[in-house]
């Protein structure tokens, strides 16, 4: 069997185009820069020293000495993950006195995160 084989059962014996399906899906469909936001954003969320990192924040702010010491990481390497986080708007920062302290931007990077380990868990 090769490859192919397995796609013909992913797709229709015949082709029908369904028009009042098709008018509800582009009534409905977000335009394309979004689309491209939306997927650049779930990028963030591809790398596991990122979600590493958002799991400490759901627990407490931190400074990032505190997060390499967790995470068994440099500074440095901490710094650079924490700025792409931040640049993506998911994690704030404040100073305080000579420490950088670091929280969850939002609710709503605890919930994108809490569903997608619900899906994992189903």
């Known amino acids: 069997m090769n490859n192919?084989?397995?796609?013909e059962n992913e797709r229709c014996e015949a082709t029908e185009i369904h028009d009042d399906l098709l008018?509800?899906?582009?009534?409905?469909?977000?335009d394309e820069d979004s689309?491209?936001?939306?997927a650049e954003l779930f990028k963030i969320f591809g790398d596991s020293t990122r979600i590493r990192i958002l799991f400490v924040l759901f627990e407490a702010e931190v400074?990032?000495?505190?997060l390499a010491a967790a995470l068994s990481m440099t500074d440095s390497a901490v710094s650079h993950?924490?700025?792409?986080?931040?640049?993506?708007?998911?994690?704030r920062s404040r100073r305080s006195g000579k420490s950088m302290?670091?929280?969850l931007a939002d609710d709503h990077v605890r919930t994108i995160i809490s569903q997608g380990m619900e899906h994992l868990e189903e």
């Open 101 to 103: 302290f670091y929280s």
């Open 63 to 66: 400074c990032v000495c505190d």
């Open 23 to 30: 008018r509800i899906v582009n009534e409905k469909l977000p």
């Open 4 to 7: 192919n084989d397995n796609y």
């Open 81 to 91: 993950q924490l700025a792409i986080l931040k640049r993506n708007k998911l994690v």
């Open 35 to 38: 689309l491209y936001d939306l």
